[in-house]
């Protein structure tokens, strides 16, 4: 079975005391979510997407 495709959405930077972190808007629940780095990502309601950031996008 071929894998499916994976939604694409760009992060945007939070900056807390320990480190930055990515939001991001999350396309199946709508609600938003954090993540310490980009690449392939699951959120926490189980969706599955591609976290990229504005610079990777250039």
């Known amino acids: 079975m071929p894998p499916t495709a994976t939604a694409e959405v760009t992060g945007r930077p939070l900056v807390t005391a320990g480190r930055e972190q990515l939001l991001i808007d999350c396309p199946h629940c709508g609600r938003t979510h954090r993540h310490l780095e980009v690449g392939s990502r699951r959120g926490p309601c189980g969706a ?10 250039l």
């Open 48 to 57: 599955r997407y591609t976290v990229t950031t504005r610079e990777s996008q």
